[in-house]
């Protein structure tokens, strides 16, 4: 396309944006097609977990960076499983220093074109939002990632430190047949290897357009599942007894409901809390400090739990989340069960919660059943050069947002990579509304300008980070 051509078609493009009340008014750059480019080729090609190929995008973003010059040697695509692809590409530096690590994944969430108002599988431009699945999740960062390859590539960059990109597959699962991540880890250590990784988990918050915090997500909590079980010899309605399965899972979890486990700060926490105590009404900043000093206040520990996103922060968490029991109207219940999870705080023996949660039952004929395996991840550390490079950046990109350290209360593929030695740091750079989530929803979208601009701001970052600053 020339460049003329190129003009009038994001003129256009760029009208229709206005019409809608988009900030975005601007010709694109070549970069910026380029970025536009990757991303559309990128949600255009079907990665539902299940049903999708993530072979075929690996496969796509491969052919993208050979063509750019990337070495055939420094290009992979590895794929365990038909239509389950990983990619992993290296930029090749001078090997001062050892190298970082981008990671995306290429799968995404179902999406129905019955539940969405546009297709999908096609990127729509419209009131100046992108809508696709994997809009922002994950596929921004996965086409942020290669369009900045390219073009540290195309500009003849020569970093301090090898820069590997790896787009893998089945996140969303958390790679529970271990074709993704932990695939790569296990037998394809070696081209993965890093001194720490950027990851999804942690973007640019926007209130009413204006940005608010960029996350810097260093840590998960750990989701644990466990199965409550009481059992009983039953007998017939007509003659009921004192003693009933049914009623004493339900004494035992209405005790539950009303505990509380002790509050428990680690360092990122603790930077979430003080940071947010600058941007937060004058209550909830002094119950913030409070909770922070050396004697916390339990008032305000109080207080601060009762808003839900706090609460999950500032200590472990069990709640009941199914019920199941008897087996007829007319007999006595032989059986009454109840699913509780657990979201436990980095660093917090799980068996102590499981212990937790029987003394608070307080029945020992309430039997209590971890269920499955828990990946336990300790938080990475908040690294000076990673956050001093963040801080500087961010400040110039969005000056009003404070650079806020936080913990996940949800889980992505970091908590592998946090297990094998490798810090990660969940760290887009795609500014959205906060109150605008839409990942895993329908019609996922991101702002036209956050693309652009999230493009430029990790191009900067990991340039910042691989000494060429
Ligand atoms: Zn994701």
Redesign the pocket.
């Known amino acids: 396309m020339t460049g003329a051509v190129r003009f009038i078609r994001s003129a256009i493009v760029m009208g229709l944006a206005c019409s809608g009340g988009s900030a975005w008014g601007q010709a694109l750059t070549s970069q910026q097609q380029a970025a536009v480019d990757v991303y559309r080729e990128l949600v255009e090609i079907n990665t539902v977990t299940e049903t999708g190929d993530t072979a075929r995008a690996a496969e796509a973003m491969a052919a993208r960076l050979r063509a750019a010059g990337v070495a055939e040697s420094d290009v992979h695509v590895l794929s365990p499983k038909p239509r389950k692809g990983n990619l992993v590409a290296r930029l090749r530096g001078n090997g001062t220093r050892k190298p970082i690590l981008l990671l995306a994944?290429l799968d995404v969430v179902p999406a129905r074109r019955e539940d969405w108002s546009v297709d999908p599988f096609r990127l729509t431009e419209k009131d100046g939002y992108f809508y696709a699945r994997g809009a922002s999740?994950?596929k921004f960062m996965a086409a942020a990632f290669v369009a900045n390859l390219i073009r540290y590539r195309q500009e003849g960059y020569k970093p301090d430190r090898d820069i590997i990109v790896a787009l893998e597959t089945d996140?969303?699962i958390l790679d529970a047949d271990a074709l993704g991540i932990q695939w790569l880890l296990k037998n394809h250590r070696d081209l993965i290897d890093a001194e720490f990784a950027l990851n999804?988990g942690g973007g640019v918050g926007l209130t009413g357009g204006k940005p608010v915090r960029n996350s810097v997500q260093t840590s998960e909590k750990v989701s644990v599942s466990f199965q409550l079980q009481v059992a009983n010899s039953g007998g017939h309605s007509s003659v009921p007894r004192k003693d009933n399965a049914i009623y004493q899972l339900a004494e035992g979890l209405t005790r539950l409901s009303k505990f509380d486990f002790p509050l428990r700060l680690n360092e990122t926490t603790r930077a979430f809390f003080e940071r947010m105590a600058q941007a937060e009404t004058e209550q909830t900043a002094a119950d913030m400090r409070a909770v922070l000093a050396d004697k916390p206040d339990p008032a305000a520990f109080a207080r601060l739990s009762a808003n839900p996103v706090y609460n999950a922060q500032l200590h472990t968490t069990c709640v009941a989340t199914m019920l199941q029991g008897g087996h007829a109207v007319n007999a006595l219940p032989q059986l009454a069960r109840a699913g509780v999870n657990c979201r436990v705080m980095p660093g917090e023996p799980v068996g102590e919660v499981k212990a937790t949660l029987e003394r608070v039952l307080a029945d020992d004929q309430i039997k209590v059943t971890q269920v499955g395996n828990a990946v336990l991840s300790e938080p990475s550390k908040l690294n000076e050069e990673i956050v001093g490079a963040i801080e500087k950046l961010s400040h110039e990109f969005w000056p009003s947002a404070v650079v806020l350290p936080v913990m996940s209360s949800g889980a992505?593929d970091g908590s592998y990579l946090r297990n094998a030695g490798i810090p990660t740091y969940g760290h887009s750079g795609l500014a959205n509304e906060i109150s605008d989530v839409r990942?895993h929803g329908k019609d996922e979208r991101i702002p036209v300008k956050s693309l652009y601009e999230g493009n430029e701001y990790l191009y900067r970052l990991v340039k910042a980070l691989s000494g060429g600053a």
Do not use: I, P
């Open positions: 994944h999740d994950d996140e969303e999804e992505t990942a």
